[in-house]
């Protein structure tokens, strides 16, 4: 009897909509912006939070690449950073340059890792916003994940903490959103820092699973304060 | 009937140990670092958790200085700071020149307050450890306060994030706690910045208390995730 290649190899089954997604997950650019402000909007209305959103490429940029222009006398600058991930069906291009440097404890430098990663899809991708996250290039804008450095005072080394992380709608069950975390851990092994925490929202138990299975574990005990809008501003005076 | 002074004005009785103590809080220096590195030593051994605390000052000032002097490409270089207060019986000397300028979010440049307070004290200040904390200047360190600045990406607005504060024993009841949640919020308030956020044990109910009624309010909602140590490692790596 012949072997059906379907039961030998059922990985390697051949439909009409198999296809191979070549993804990449590197460092943001200033040319990213456009991109980066529309997914925070996509990922507002995926929470229903839209009318919170108060995100504007302008401000977007001032975060991201403002603060490596400020005299290093300002203590008190914001460091946040962006990691995007983006496909293309065909070869990736050449990355935009990254002009980073980033530098370990123990003083040496080095440029962050560009992770990439081929995925096999078995059904067509479903993407009616692909024009609006299409780079020059070609690619797709297919998710992001935004960090900053964090701080342990027992531990006297920084740490990183990942502070939102989206992937498009038609790029998810992919492994996109794990690539980003691990790009992310990459970093903050290479740099030397105790640690990566997030916050997730405490009825969303699937993430919890996902996270657990990665090494991470819950603080259970501890929770978040929060001091903001009239209150802040009451408290911040001096003379009261 | 002559009205007995200790009945008209009980505040102003005078007792054998009333005295007046100057309080003052303002950004640390690189020449603080010795009582900052002590300061969070005390912590450690306040929580039990000594053997966990990995704090030397050549890892602090690296920590609190280092970032200052790196090359503006690094966008993950770490930018903690510390408020110390200090106390004197007599009159406060000129503060160290802190060399810090502040941008608010507007671009415009400011010196961060440095904060006043006289507190009547109507007990011996009973501190075996004053040695070990009084500066060249004659005053007397008593606490501090840590923290880094965070992000809120729907806000997009940097936000601070205090990672600790601890008054010495000796020091406790007298309101400088408060007085140096004060200076942040102070400073979260002068740089256009959205939020002042800290963590805090389940169980200390007292301190949950002390913050609600300055205004902050509890994320009951959100709990914290963390990845550090061989799980780090291992998920950090790009091979597996």
Chains 1, 2 share one sequence.
Request: aromatic share 10%; hydrophobic share 40%; charged share 20%.
């Amino acid at each position: 009897m012949a072997l059906e290649p379907i039961m030998i190899f059922p990985e390697h089954q051949q439909q009409s909509n198999d296809h191979i997604l070549n993804a990449r997950v590197r460092l943001a650019t200033e040319s990213d912006v456009p991109f980066i402000n529309k997914l925070i909007h996509k990922m507002a209305e995926y929470y229903n939070l839209a009318h919170e959103c108060e995100d504007t490429e302008t401000s977007l940029f001032a975060a991201l690449f403002n603060s490596k222009h400020q005299p290093l006398s300002n203590p008190f600058s914001s460091t946040v950073s962006v990691f995007l991930i983006e496909v293309s069906p065909t070869a990736l291009p050449v990355p935009p340059h990254q002009n980073c440097r980033a530098i370990d404890l123990a003083g040496h430098k080095f440029e962050p890792d560009t992770i990439h990663k081929t995925v096999h899809v078995n059904h067509l991708i479903n993407d009616p916003e692909e024009s609006l996250f299409r780079t020059e290039k070609g690619t797709i804008i297919a998710g992001f994940v935004i960090f900053f450095s964090s701080y342990s005072t027992f531990l006297t080394k920084p740490g990183i903490h990942m502070e939102d992380l989206f992937v498009r709608k038609g790029y998810r069950g992919m492994g996109f959103g794990k690539l980003l975390m691990k790009a992310v851990a990459n970093l903050t092994v290479r740099l030397g820092y105790a640690r990566m925490e997030w916050t997730v929202i405490t009825w969303n138990v699937d993430s919890h699973r996902f996270y657990e299975k990665l090494g991470a574990h819950i603080l259970k005990d501890w929770r978040i304060f929060r001091l903001d809008g009239d209150s802040l501003l009451s408290f911040g005076q001096l003379n009261n």
